[in-house]
């Protein structure tokens, strides 16, 4: 089993539409739950983070985690063609400099 | 914010050859580097750390002689994929963190460099 679980989609929604992102993962250690954004045969680059459970809200993006079901989730509202990318879920535990990313989910905003 | 470049962005080369890839830090100094593959619709799986000044720390499974990991200064690391082979053609992207210790997600990532090995 693999330490974070993410549905590589693809996922293909309409402009304007919410989207909903979400990972799974099996280790209780993870203390910092990121979400990265990668653009084609580009780095990934940090949307949000969050530490412990709870929300995070940043313009159109919330980031969601639940600890006591290790799920985490992002939303995306009022989707633009430019939120078209591949998204990263990534963890890490307290103290640790290593991240574990999930697998990506390809996101397609239609206009 | 923190700028990592990579160099070259894409490469080309014949089975057997040895292939230098560069990640430099422009605006900051990267105690720390790390070292990426991602194979196409595949996460990005951690190759190795290294500190600058030492020697690199190699995740289980990758073979430390043919991923050669030099970190010689406080913004440039370098990866050389030696003896290449078409199974090394992956996606390498780096990324450097400006401080010893900090938070594993204060590391900021290279373009990446595409390799394809012939």
């Known amino acids: 089993q693999k330490e974070v679980e993410q549905d590589p989609g693809p996922l293909s929604v309409p402009e304007g539409a919410i989207v909903s992102l979400n990972c799974t993962y099996s280790?209780?250690?993870?203390?910092?739950f990121m979400w990265y954004r990668q653009y084609s045969r580009k780095g990934p680059e940090l949307l949000m983070y969050?530490?412990?459970?709870g929300n995070k809200e940043d313009g159109r993006f919330t980031a969601q985690v639940d600890k006591s079901s290790k799920y985490i989730s992002l939303f995306i509202r009022d989707s633009q063609p430019s939120d078209s990318a591949t998204y990263l879920c990534?963890?890490?535990?307290?103290?640790?400099?290593?991240?574990?990313f999930g697998q990506g989910t390809r996101l397609t905003i239609n206009p | 914010g923190a700028v990592v470049s990579q160099h070259p962005s894409r490469v080309i080369c014949k089975s057997g050859t040895s292939v230098k890839i560069e990640c430099r830090s422009l605006?900051?100094?990267?105690?720390?580097m790390f070292w990426y593959r991602q194979f196409p619709k595949q996460s990005l799986m951690l190759m190795a750390t290294?500190?600058?000044?030492?020697?690199?720390?190699?995740e289980q499974g990758v073979e430390k002689d043919k991923f050669l990991i030099n970190h010689a200064s406080l913004t440039l690391s370098t990866l050389t994929v030696t003896s290449a082979h078409p199974e090394d053609s992956s996606f390498y992207i780096c990324?450097?963190?400006?401080?010893?210790?900090?938070?594993?997600?204060?590391?900021?990532f290279g373009p990446g460099t595409r390799l394809t090995v012939l």
């Open positions: 290294s500190n600058e000044g030492s020697k690199a720390t190699y």
């Open positions: 990324s450097a963190k400006g401080t010893s210790g900090g938070k594993a997600h204060e590391q900021f």
């Open positions: 280790n209780s250690a993870f203390q910092y």
């Open positions: 990534a963890m890490s535990a307290e103290g640790a400099q290593k991240l574990v």
């Open positions: 969050t530490y412990s459970s």
């Open positions: 605006d900051f100094q990267a105690t720390t």
